[in-house]
């Protein structure tokens, strides 16, 4: 017998809480505004990746360098799972604001050190050693900020409006990466070549690096956002120890993480590919310059920032897991066709076309995101369950897309790589969802609720 309502468990709200309240306002702003910051840091370092190369990896072939920037990027991400899963256990126990604040310091060292880095050709061997902590920092502050960022929002947030409110933190991770894109595009267009390689790469980093100070401030006025925090119902035991907790986590949550992964995987994949390596892949195989691609991320970010929350109305309106397996699937159909299109006739018109369109289907693929996730998991875990989910999925099909897709492109001489990607994780997003006893009964929960059959879902999947 059906029993769609058995519990995935929700985040609780009260029945009469209908709208923001000002008290609930602060956290959410100061949240996205944090996220913003972080990702700028984050994201510089990919948008100026080939001037990068020459200064810490100065190689002859230049699919090598760019191999090994790609690679130092991918250990910044590989080091995003433990330092997200560490830092959302504490924000669960001791307040999300704190730890995000936190975040916001850790990232500021990181990005300062990035931006003060002696080069190669000064220091030697340890120039890239330097670098590969600075990105370490990075990666062990940016892990956790989605999780304890999004949980923050959708905790003050009516429960018929997490899709719309959480997307505001995937808005700010495109907002950065506008920020991101056009800094790096005015240096290299305005910038001459060595002037770019001398100094002009270090600017945004080190202008980045004021979101450490901001931390410390933030981090002194938060006395409100605490309070309110501490007054939540469902918080970790303070008490209670770390391993303890992780335990009590893997056991009740492990279905739940599995599911998240799913839904994240075809996103994060998507926009890898094609905000971070397509810029540099046009100009190492097509011979099309990356200004013009940075140009299309700019535009396709931008995009972006404006419509994720349209897409977490229509996900609280119509049902987030209900939109979820149409829209992977349209996207893996749409894949080849885009990528031939730039490719059997490579050009910046055909380039923009295409990043615009890949930018309309992000949209609609992460917009919910932070929404859908928190769906997922009780409010007490809620910071950990979306931190390692969200970073087991960036890591292994996000963050190490640009280095293994150029290192199978290097090694197969095959320019169809990208697309393919893309389709293997549309494929490996949907299995894992609907293979998840999470995910049919979220899918169950939104039919139930909004009606209707979209996707190819089987009846009665929940037993």
């Given at each position: 017998?059906?029993?769609?309502?058995?519990?995935?468990?929700?985040?609780?709200?009260?029945p009469d809480e209908?709208?923001?309240?000002?008290?609930?306002?602060?956290?959410?702003?100061?949240?996205?505004?944090?996220?913003?910051?972080?990702?700028?840091?984050?994201?510089?370092?990919?948008?100026?990746?080939?001037?990068?190369?020459?200064?810490?990896?100065?190689?002859?072939?230049?699919?090598?360098?760019?191999?090994?920037?790609?690679?130092?990027?991918?250990?910044?991400?590989?080091?995003?799972?433990?330092?997200?899963?560490?830092?959302?256990?504490?924000?669960?126990?001791?307040?999300?604001?704190?730890?995000?604040?936190?975040?916001?310091?850790?990232?500021?060292?990181?990005?300062?050190?990035?931006?003060?880095?002696?080069?190669?050709?000064?220091?030697?061997?340890?120039?890239?050693?330097v670098m590969v902590?600075?990105?370490?920092?990075?990666?062990?502050?940016?892990?956790?900020?989605?999780?304890?960022?999004?949980?923050?929002?959708?905790?003050?947030?009516?429960?018929?409006?997490?899709?719309?409110?959480?997307?505001?933190?995937?808005?700010?991770?495109?907002?950065?990466?506008?920020?991101?894109?056009?800094?790096?595009?005015?240096?290299?267009?305005?910038?001459?070549?060595?002037?770019?390689?001398?100094?002009?790469w270090r600017l945004?980093?080190?202008?980045?690096?004021?979101?450490?100070?901001?931390?410390?401030?933030?981090?002194?006025?938060?006395?409100?956002?605490?309070?309110?925090?501490?007054?939540?119902?469902?918080?970790?035991?303070?008490?209670?120890?770390?391993?303890?907790?992780?335990?009590?986590?893997?056991?009740?949550?492990?279905?739940?993480?599995?599911?998240?992964?799913?839904?994240?995987?075809?996103?994060?994949?998507?926009?890898?590919?094609?905000?971070?390596?397509?810029?540099?892949?046009?100009?190492?195989?097509?011979?099309?310059?990356?200004?013009?691609?940075?140009?299309?991320?700019?535009?396709?970010?931008?995009?972006?920032?404006?419509?994720?929350?349209?897409?977490?109305?229509?996900?609280?309106?119509?049902?987030?897991?209900?939109?979820?397996?149409?829209?992977?699937?349209?996207?893996?159909?749409?894949?080849?066709?885009?990528?031939?299109?730039?490719?059997?006739?490579?050009?910046?018109?055909?380039?923009?076309?295409?990043?615009?369109?890949?930018?309309?289907?992000?949209?609609?693929?992460?917009?919910?995101?932070?929404?859908?996730?928190?769906?997922?998991?009780?409010?007490?875990?809620?910071?950990?369950?979306?931190?390692?989910?969200?970073?087991?999925?960036?890591?292994?099909?996000?963050?190490?897309?640009?280095?293994?897709?150029?290192?199978?492109?290097?090694?197969?001489?095959?320019?169809?790589?990208?697309?393919?990607?893309?389709?293997?994780?549309?494929?490996?997003?949907?299995?894992?969802?609907?293979?998840?006893?999470?995910?049919?009964?979220?899918?169950?929960?939104?039919?139930?609720?909004?009606?209707?059959?979209?996707?190819?879902?089987?009846?009665?999947?929940?037993?």
């Amino acid at each position: 017998m059906s029993t769609r309502r058995e519990a995935v468990p929700r985040l609780p709200a009260s029945p009469d809480e209908r709208r923001v309240s000002k008290v609930h306002a602060r956290p959410i702003v100061l949240s996205v505004a944090g996220s913003s910051l972080e990702w700028f840091d984050f994201l510089s370092y990919l948008f100026l990746s080939k001037t990068i190369a020459s200064v810490f990896f100065p190689l002859s072939h230049a699919t090598a360098g760019l191999s090994l920037t790609f690679a130092t990027f991918a250990i910044g991400v590989i080091a995003r799972p433990l330092g997200g899963v560490i830092f959302a256990l504490y924000a669960d126990r001791l307040g999300r604001f704190r730890i995000l604040s936190l975040l916001m310091i850790l990232m500021g060292i990181g990005t300062g050190l990035l931006g003060v880095c002696p080069s190669y050709s000064e220091v030697g061997i340890a120039a890239p050693i330097v670098m590969v902590f600075a990105r370490i920092l990075q990666g062990v502050a940016v892990g956790a900020q989605f999780g304890v960022a999004s949980q923050i929002i959708v905790e003050n947030t009516p429960a018929e409006r997490r899709m719309f409110f959480g997307s505001f933190n995937m808005s700010a991770q495109a907002l950065s990466a506008v920020l991101a894109a056009t800094c790096s595009y005015f240096l290299i267009t305005r910038l001459s070549d060595d002037a770019l390689r001398s100094w002009g790469w270090r600017l945004p980093f080190l202008a980045g690096s004021i979101i450490g100070p901001l931390g410390v401030i933030l981090k002194h006025h938060s006395s409100q956002v605490n309070a309110l925090e501490h007054a939540h119902p469902e918080r970790a035991a303070d008490d209670e120890p770390l391993w303890t907790q992780w335990s009590s986590f893997v056991r009740s949550n492990t279905d739940n993480v599995v599911c998240a992964i799913g839904v994240i995987t075809v996103a994060t994949a998507s926009n890898y590919l094609w905000a971070i390596y397509i810029p540099a892949y046009v100009e190492v195989h097509l011979r099309l310059p990356i200004t013009a691609a940075m140009l299309g991320v700019i535009l396709s970010q931008a995009l972006n920032a404006l419509c994720f929350p349209v897409a977490g109305w229509f996900a609280d309106r119509y049902g987030a897991y209900r939109m979820f397996f149409p829209v992977v699937i349209a996207w893996a159909l749409c894949a080849y066709p885009m990528f031939l299109f730039i490719v059997d006739a490579p050009s910046v018109a055909r380039l923009l076309c295409m990043q615009l369109l890949a930018g309309l289907f992000q949209t609609a693929l992460a917009g919910p995101h932070a929404g859908m996730l928190a769906t997922l998991f009780p409010s007490r875990s809620g910071a950990t369950g979306m931190s390692l989910s969200y970073n087991v999925a960036v890591t292994l099909f996000g963050g190490m897309a640009p280095f293994t897709i150029n290192l199978l492109t290097e090694w197969t001489g095959n320019s169809l790589v990208p697309p393919t990607y893309l389709v293997t994780t549309a494929v490996f997003s949907i299995a894992l969802v609907y293979a998840t006893r999470a995910g049919r009964q979220q899918l169950a929960a939104d039919r139930e609720r909004f009606g209707g059959r979209p996707t190819f879902a089987c009846k009665g999947a929940v037993k």
